[in-house]
């Protein structure tokens, strides 16, 4: 039985401790949160499951395996360094850390200990992610030309990270798992309207072989959007994320240009409009499936495909994005 501290009751906090507790291999031993309104909340929830205010009590204690990290991202480095160093697994919230150097440093010290990090990348465990990645790796798409996301709604507005780093994580985690090429760049762009931090933001990432992708995040959208397309020179993919029926629809569509013309003028350009057809997604819940994994990766011995590397390459985007916003949409090179 994998013993698991839950520091963090906040939004998401109480999904992380319901999932880590249901599962046979696995039970929530202590929660841990400095608002007291979340204590009342867990009785509701868990009577009789332990609670503190303290995190130390998670992070010392010896009868914990594994600290589930679920607080604002400024503090994830150091409660997991703490429970690293402690000889605990951890699971992180994303985004895994705050900046670079955190993330690497975190990496390394699990490697020495030989610990498990992995970062909840939710979305990575979704039947829809998990039928894009496989049509992709099938190159039912042929080679990728673009990737191409939006992801807005009316606030929830945070205080502490702009639009970037609440909402993109999701996104660039997703085309970090997609795509199998390295991105080169970075260029974004954003602006602050209301509460001091970008709450507007537009991300492009150059990778090799002339694929390009773009995240649009907003938190000042009249309406919920959730659609991300994948452009390839055979056939293209539409995922909805909030059509329950047909998340995902692939079309028999595209663009080809005659070969060897003499000059511009001569290019023939021809359009293939085929069939449409919406692929079979499997219907989970993917924290259940996610903390289902990362339970059999401690008892397994084995290295979570979500784990600090993971994590890392896409806190690398979202510094290099931030860098570029504050240069006015200049490039960064990854």
Known sequence: MIRIGVIGYGYWGPNIVRNFHAHDGSEVVLVCDKNPKCQERLRKAHPGM???????????????????????????????????????HVFVEKPFTWTVAQAEELIELADRKNLKIMVDHTFLFTGAVKKIKEVVERRELGDLYYYDSLRVNLGLFQHDVNVIWDLAPHDLSIMDYVIAEKPEAVVATGQKHLNGVEDVAFITVYFPNKIIAHVNVNWLSPVKVRTTLIGGEKKMLVWNDLDADEKIKIYDKGVSMSSNPSNLHQLLVSYRSGDMWAPQVEQIEALRAETAYFLGCIQENTKPFNDGVAGLRVVRILEAADKSIRSRGEAVAL
Request: charged share 25%; aromatic share 8%.
């Open 50 to 88: 332990a609670y503190t205010t303290d995190e130390k009590e998670i992070l010392n204690s010896p009868n914990i395996d594994a600290v589930a990290v679920v607080t604002p991202v400024w503090t994830h480095y150091e409660l997991a360094k703490q429970a690293l160093e402690n000889g605990k």
